[in-house]
């Protein structure tokens, strides 16, 4: 048959399509790309440049000796600075991957790089561990645990997924020819990375029954957390294929994960816990996740809906937990998870209203374009700083203590900032972070988990609006005035003062404290049965002949000595706290400012 000519031409073919065999399966398998998002001018470019360029310098202002090399948690600018001694597994894993990124955008030089890394992993390596996992937190002035020690399951993922990214970006740096003085250093610093990260033991955070992983180990009571990671569309997936990669936990994990699918558009969306950009998109920091795979469909119905929702309120869009513009006695913001209502499985309180601009720079990932255009929305609401873009913008009506429409809550946290650097080195560099983050080998055996296909057919999400209408909510009186009866509560409610160096403390009875700085001006023992330290007024009557006092001294205030006869009152404002005392024929009123 070789010999005639039409069985000869057909075999022919066939041998021509066997060997092409391999160059075929690599070309249908290339990621696809999709018609989402613009592409990026050169001026968007440099100002998304200008942008990491600025979050970069939160790092170099705080990253020091004094605080082992270590990123302290977050640095507030008002009413001064503050900057938080502490910090966890995130904000380092996200500080080292963040000076890999330096490096390749030319704002330092390989010495840098080298030095940094090397004094920050001399840290890691005398740190307390528990079964291979850095604890959820550490003082950087001692580089001890802080009480109580725990092991978070997603801390601990993310630093081990940041290392290892970090030590490709070593490896692949030591490749280069320019680098042969130094490549024997940046070898050796990518072995420690990957010995740290592989280090941490997941299998025993691991519940065989529920194929899920707990959300962390209190080591103290030896006791597992009664809570679990159960879906797929949260910051924790990168641990649960970092998990699957290491053979700490079966492939069926994955499949465990929740997968609350509903339709946006023609596109199928994931609920999350909380509806915010972290849990959407922190993962796709460090691993790729293909077009038209159910994760990076989620990702870009989580942004529709984003921007969907900031359009209905009348702000940028971007949310995500964060700091608000809420403070604790200590005039520190206070940190909370914040979402959009459609796709969250937890609620925000429906009169919260936070937008957090480093979700912009992670968004970009998927519209650097639209991402520009939003970044500039912020600027023109004050949201830039010196290091970049703040923590939030806090439109809450409860939180205005003016005219204006937003506070700025002006603190700079470090795992958002790294967030942001990376992220935008995503965008500017090709896909930097997540060539390094998916060039190990252990994840690439186990890459195929994230090419998992949407269904079909999926149903559309039918909810009734959340919360009141945007114009209701804006008309609502800020809450920032609090009319007090002495007494009325077992616990007297507390008053802060400040102006960033004087503090004055005050119980809707009158008692309370000074300070400043550290330094106690007058003694206090918080004792809330007797309440009986303070800095109090008196008043004595008068005999009505113009003599002598008529009976015992009184207080303005409830404590420490009332007046039977009196009747007490406070009034907590947000910047005075005014006392009132009436008698059938006298009124008192003490107000205090600082």
Not at 301 to 306: G, V
Request: aromatic letters at 8%; a neutral charge.
């Amino acid at each position: 048959l070789l010999h005639t000519p039409a069985p000869l031409a057909w075999t022919l073919v066939l041998c021509a399509l066997w060997a092409s065999a391999p160059l075929l399966t690599w070309w249908v398998s290339r990621p696809r790309r999709g018609a989402g998002g613009t592409a990026l001018a050169g001026e968007d470019a440099a100002r998304l440049h200008a942008v990491a360029r600025d979050t970069w310098r939160y790092f170099e202002r705080t990253v020091t000796a004094a605080d082992h090399h270590l990123p302290p948690d977050n640095l507030q600018t008002t009413p001064h600075e503050m900057l938080a001694r502490r910090t966890s597994p995130t904000n380092i894993g996200l500080y080292l991957l963040s000076a890999a990124c330096a490096r390749a955008f030319g704002w330092t030089g390989t010495p840098e790089l080298l030095q940094r890394l090397e004094a920050t992993l001399a840290t890691l390596q005398g740190m307390p561990r528990h079964r291979g996992h850095f604890l959820n937190w550490y003082d950087t002035e001692t580089a001890l645990p802080l009480l109580p020690m725990y092991v978070s399951t997603v801390d601990s993922g993310n630093l081990s997924g940041h290392l290892l990214a970090t030590a490709q970006a070593c490896r692949e740096r030591a490749a280069d020819p320019d680098e042969r003085h130094t490549a024997a250093r940046l070898r050796a610093l990518a072995g420690q990375c990957e010995q740290l990260a592989w280090e941490a033991d997941f299998g025993f955070l691991y519940h065989p029954k529920r194929h899920l992983l707990h959300i962390g180990y209190r080591v103290a009571e030896q006791q597992l957390d009664a809570g679990f990671y159960d879906l797929l569309a949260s910051e924790s997936r990168l641990t649960s294929l970092l998990a699957i990669a290491k053979g700490d936990v079966p492939v069926r994990h994955w499949a465990a994960l929740g997968r609350p699918f509903f339709a946006v558009g023609g596109t199928a969306g994931l609920r999350s816990w909380s509806g915010s950009m972290f849990e959407y998109l922190m993962p796709t920091l460090v691993l790729a996740e293909p077009w038209g795979s159910v994760l990076h469909d989620a990702t870009c119905a989580a942004l529709r809906e984003h921007v969907h929702f900031a359009r209905t309120h009348g702000v940028p869009w971007g949310i995500s937990e964060s700091a608000h513009a809420g403070c604790d006695h200590t005039l520190a913001y206070q940190y909370a998870p914040q979402g959009v209502p459609r796709l969250a499985l937890r609620r925000t309180p429906p009169d919260e209203l936070v937008i957090a601009p480093y979700a912009t720079a992670l968004a970009a990932q998927l519209d650097a374009a639209a991402a520009c255009r939003n970044f500039e929305a912020l600027q023109g609401l004050g949201a830039r700083g010196r290091h970049g873009f703040i923590e939030a913008l806090d439109f809450t009506p409860a939180r205005q203590t003016g005219s204006q429409r937003c506070t700025p809550v002006n603190t700079f946290m470090a795992h958002h900032q790294g967030m942001s650097i990376v992220a935008l080195a995503n965008v500017l560099l090709g896909g930097v972070a997540q060539r390094w983050g998916m060039a190990d080998p252990h994840l690439e055996a186990v890459a195929s988990l994230l090419h998992e296909s949407a269904p079909r057919e999926v149903s559309t999400l039918h909810e009734p609006a959340a919360g009141p209408p945007p114009k209701a909510l804006a008309r609502r009186a800020p809450a920032l005035l609090r009319e007090l009866a002495p007494g009325g509560t077992a616990v007297e409610p507390t008053q802060l003062l400040s102006n960033g160096r004087y503090t004055v403390a005050l119980r809707a009875n009158g008692a309370g404290f000074s300070r400043r700085g550290r330094i106690g001006l007058t003694r206090w023992r918080d004792d809330a049965l007797r309440d009986a330290q303070g800095s109090f007024l008196f008043l004595r009557g008068q005999a009505a002949d113009g003599g002598a006092a008529a009976g015992p001294a009184v207080s303005l205030t409830q404590h420490p000595a009332p007046d039977p006869v009196a009747d007490y009152h406070a009034s907590f404002h947000a910047d005075r706290v005014c006392f009132s005392a009436d008698w059938p024929t006298l009124r008192a009123r003490t107000t205090v400012w600082v």
